[in-house]
């Protein structure tokens, strides 16, 4: 069973983005989401930091409506918001994720 999303901002704004993307662990988390292509399971989406430092991450990422919280069979995904965030700033998402994914040596 899949539940709503939650925790997403309504609208993407640039500034909100940019500063959520500052942060070497919150780009990571949605290079891997973009990669993924598919809603992830929270802890596929970190290394080195703790459950509580993520948590803080994620909040941020959602807050800037960059990601939202899917619950399905009780299990917690994190979805990007490809769709919104393109709609509302056309090709950043994928020129951050390409240069990222240089960065990573993918």
Known sequence: M???????????????????????????MVRRLSNAGVPLQCAALYD???????????KILREAGLIERQITDGLTHQRLRTDAIDAEIPGLLASIVTRANEEAGL
């Open 2 to 28: 899949t539940g709503p999303g939650t925790g997403a901002a309504e609208r993407v704004q640039l500034h909100q983005v940019l500063s959520a993307l500052q942060d070497p662990v919150r780009l990571e």
């Open 48 to 58: 080195g930091i703790n459950k509580s430092t993520a948590t803080h991450h994620f």
